[in-house]
């Protein structure tokens, strides 16, 4: 069932429960992780304690509940220190907006924010919280500084929630976080590879002061770049004008037309093992950019576009080609058009996604997609694109291992 079975056993698991409904799923979370062979220690928050009763935890559990940090018996027993330093990973779930702010901001005003402080050991969040929360800029922001301190965030996934509203906000389910946890970290699934990215729109000019664009923000490319860097690859990043910070550690290329796009592309592809074109690559480009500003006359006008050159399908023509993924940004048939697209591109895999919907695709923080290879497809369900690239990233290195495995046994 799990990824890596066997690697919790007598592993210390220290779940540090605040204040939500979905305290509950975390009872579920203790039975998981010991049944996958790991001790378990729980810690809760004043309020986590008016939702589930600890006893319900020392009973999961076999050990008794933490809640108090200057508690003379239990420092006596086990201070936060002793406890931080006994845990080989720390989770908390669920983590509500304000475990996750004090947590970002290092304040300490109860055990389970002063453990987080004296941690040492991988710490991962399940967020849980209503989904106008979760969508609140300074929640993101903590989120962000969290992830770049190293955190790993689990979720939250999207659905009913229990305030009666919909969206994002509901806290992974047990089995994923269980699953989560059991995913080897220092297993980097794209080590010492080298992976090429497009991303953002290309920008075709018509004149010294107009251009042709599309809605694309590079955020999905600009993700998948995080995601590899995370999963030990070197990234070239290749990105149209965008106003996203580079990702750290990348070798950033910035072009602004398809044909720039092209050259940039085409120069470096032979040099990496993946190439992933997430860019928003304009099909047809003014055939002639006139000199000066074009004057306003007639009541209509025809512009004459020109195909560009498509950059994926050269790059999957090239004799030591990478393994390239592309992108379908499609309104209708989805499915039909992915499906051609990676025949007729000659493609090892496309990852497909609705646009001009009212969620996903163009310049928003979610999307979803359909991964479509040769004989097989996974869909990825609708998430922040941070997580849906991480998805996408160790999708790619599963089916580069499959192919690797393939040909040798051919
Ligand atoms: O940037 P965001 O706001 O985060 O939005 C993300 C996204 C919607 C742009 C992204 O997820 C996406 O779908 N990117 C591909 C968009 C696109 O151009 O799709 P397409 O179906 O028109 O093109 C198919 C593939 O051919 C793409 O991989 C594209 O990069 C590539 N292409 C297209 C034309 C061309 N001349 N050269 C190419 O390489």
Redesign the pocket.
């Known amino acids: 069932m799990f990824q890596f079975p066997g690697i919790l056993i007598n592993k210390h698991i220290l779940l540090a429960v605040s204040g939500g409904i979905a305290a509950y799923k975390s009872a579920e979370l203790v039975r998981l992780l010991r049944k996958q062979g790991a001790t378990v220690r729980v810690v809760m928050t004043r309020s986590a304690m008016q939702f589930v009763s600890p006893l319900t935890f020392q009973a999961l559990s076999g050990n008794p509940v933490h809640s108090e940090l200057l508690d003379a018996n239990e420092e006596n027993a086990m201070g936060h220190i002793s406890l931080a330093r006994w845990a080989d990973a720390l989770i908390i779930a669920p983590a509500t907006a304000n475990t996750l702010a004090k947590c970002s901001h290092g304040l300490a005003d109860d055990l389970l924010s002063t453990l987080y402080l004296a941690a040492t050991c991988p710490v991962y969040v399940a967020p849980s919280m209503n989904q106008a929360m979760w969508h609140k800029p300074v929640t993101q922001e903590n989120i962000q500084k969290l992830k770049s301190h190293g955190v790993i965030v689990i979720g939250p996934g999207q659905g009913d929630q229990a305030c009666g509203e919909t969206g994002f906000g509901r806290m992974s389910e047990p089995l994923e976080i269980c699953r989560q946890l059991m995913a080897d970290p220092t297993a980097q699934c794209l080590n010492g590879l080298k992976v090429l990215i497009?991303?953002?729109p290309t920008r075709e000019p018509l004149d010294p002061v107009r251009y042709i664009t599309n809605?694309?923000?590079?955020?999905?490319?600009y993700a998948l770049a995080d995601a590899a860097i995370k999963a030990g690859a070197k990234v070239t990043l290749v990105s149209g004008p965008v106003s996203l910070s580079a990702p750290v550690n990348a070798d950033v290329v910035s072009v602004e037309t398809?044909a720039q796009m092209h050259a940039a592309v085409m120069s470096k592809a032979a040099e990496h093992d993946i190439y992933i074109?997430?860019?928003?690559?304009?099909?047809y480009s003014p055939a002639l950019m006139e000199n000066e500003k074009i004057k306003k006359q007639a009541e209509q006008t025809t512009l004459t576009l020109q195909k560009?050159?498509?950059?994926?399908?050269d790059v999957a023509q090239l004799p030591d080609r990478p393994f390239t993924v592309?992108?379908?940004?499609?309104t209708h048939d989805l499915e039909q058009y992915a499906l051609d697209?990676l025949a007729r591109?000659n493609l090892d895999m496309i990852a497909a996604?609705w646009?001009g919907r009212d969620q996903g695709?163009?310049?928003?923080d979610q999307?979803a997609l359909q991964v479509f290879w040769k004989n097989g497809q996974k869909k990825l369900a609708m998430t922040d694109?941070n997580h849906l690239a991480e998805q996408l990233i160790s999708l790619i290195a599963e089916r580069m291992e499959h192919e690797r495995h393939d040909k040798n046994t051919a």
């Not at 809605?215 to 490319?221: D, T, V, W």
């Not at 592309?326 to 499609?330: L, M, P, R, T, V």
């Open positions: 497009s991303a953002g809605r694309s923000s590079g955020k999905m490319g398809a074109g997430a860019a928003a690559v304009a099909d560009t050159r498509d950059i994926l399908a592309g992108f379908a940004a499609e697209k591109k996604n646009v695709g163009f310049d928003s999307n694109k």
